[in-house]
């Protein structure tokens, strides 16, 4: 394993990784990294899997024969990608095994179509819940208000839960609090709390890439010097949350019962824009207790020349005060940008699903 990456799994940070294939499974790069760079987890998203199914021919046998029993769009594409994601999660389960649960973990996204509707997220969770069927699996949901109560109940039922799309960190701390009553729920009903495990998604360079966009349409030299600073910032003051979390009753009673911490993870860790350095969102946000799920490009990097030196993250809560600060001053609507990211978010899954069923079908007809 690279120094780098072995110093940043020291400093309490898990690596996954944000990419899943057909082709890199059965080629054992999964297995690889797993091997050589500590990848300890994989999130997969509606995008990744149009990716992979648009390239190569790993996935035809499995097309034909869907083909050959007349199945619908929808019920291929879930077979598809539920393979993969059971694949995978074979592929991680001594991680899972070696770290009592914690790791080596598997996500798989409700369909992005429901994010609005709390009832048809719920049934999807379970539905999908009981298609992987590996413990290892995380169902993700996204942090939408509909999707609030469906973290609750899920959580509830003892389906392990990746919430996703978080921005805000007034929408965080509702994600904690809705995972925080899952567990309580289940307290009640006997299920057993070691055995839900849970991350939040909190998005990283998105908000960069959406804030520096508004700092230059403002163009003043101080609104210029803040790009690049929003995201870690606000990501830093969502671990402080999370510790305020930690520390309260509640969950000192939860945890008392057996539950585990719901971790943060940073996600939307490749930086999009190419003046800032490649490890950005690896090298500034590194504390205990927290996962960073990385695409390959970014891991690559954070081994070959990541420079981890310790906490980067609960040293900085005051500067990350200053930065959100500085940014409300030079004319940063904190609240409009989120909302955006949010909508937009949902809106790239719901896309990148259609293309989905849309690029199934087609292969489908050649089958």
């Known amino acids: 394993m690279s120094e780098n990456l072995k110093r940043l799994v020291e400093a309490g940070v898990s690596i996954w990784l944000d990419d899943i294939s057909r082709d890199r499974l059965r080629g054992g790069g999964l297995a690889a990294l797993v091997k050589d760079k500590n990848v300890s987890g994989v999130t997969s998203n509606p995008t990744i899997f149009a990716n992979a199914l648009s390239k190569g021919d790993a996935y035809d046998t499995q097309l034909r024969d869907l083909a050959v029993r007349g199945v619908s769009v929808e019920e291929a594409v879930r077979a598809i990608t539920t393979f993969d994601i059971r694949w995978a999660a074979d592929v991680l389960r001594p991680v899972y095994d070696a770290t009592h649960g914690v790791d080596g973990r598997v996500s798989i996204e409700v369909d992005p179509r429901l994010a609005r509707k709390t009832e048809p997220t719920i049934a999807e969770a379970r539905a999908l819940w009981w298609l992987v069927d590996r413990p290892n699996v995380h169902i993700k949901i996204p942090a939408t208000v509909e999707g609030l109560p469906a973290i609750t109940q899920a959580i509830s039922e003892g389906i392990s839960v990746n919430v996703t799309l978080i921005f805000s960190l007034g929408r965080y701390r509702q994600v904690m609090d809705a995972w925080l009553s899952g567990l309580e729920k289940a307290a009640a009903a006997g299920v057993n709390l070691a055995s839900i495990e849970s991350v939040a998604s909190f998005f990283v360079s998105r908000l960069d890439t959406e804030i ?142 259609n293309e989905l069923l849309e690029t199934v079908k087609a292969e489908l007809g050649k089958a």
């Open 212 to 353: 520096d966009g508004r700092l230059e349409k403002i163009g003043t030299p101080e609104a210029l010097g803040l790009r690049g600073k929003a995201g870690v910032a606000n990501a830093r003051l969502a671990y402080a949350a999370f510790e305020e979390v930690m520390n309260s009753p509640r969950w000192q009673a939860l945890r008392a019962a057996g539950a585990r911490p719901q971790r943060p993870l940073w996600a939307s860790t490749g930086v999009k824009n190419p003046d800032y350095p490649d490890t950005l969102y690896v090298e500034q946000l590194v504390t205990g207790g927290v996962v960073n799920t990385m695409p390959e490009k970014t891991l690559e990097a954070a081994a070959d020349h990541g420079r981890i030196s310790g906490d980067t993250v609960r040293p900085f809560y005051q500067q990350a005060w200053d930065v959100m600060a500085s940014l409300k001053n030079a004319g940063i609507d904190y609240d409009d940008v989120v909302r955006v990211l949010e909508e937009e978010g949902v809106e790239k899954f719901e896309t990148s699903w």
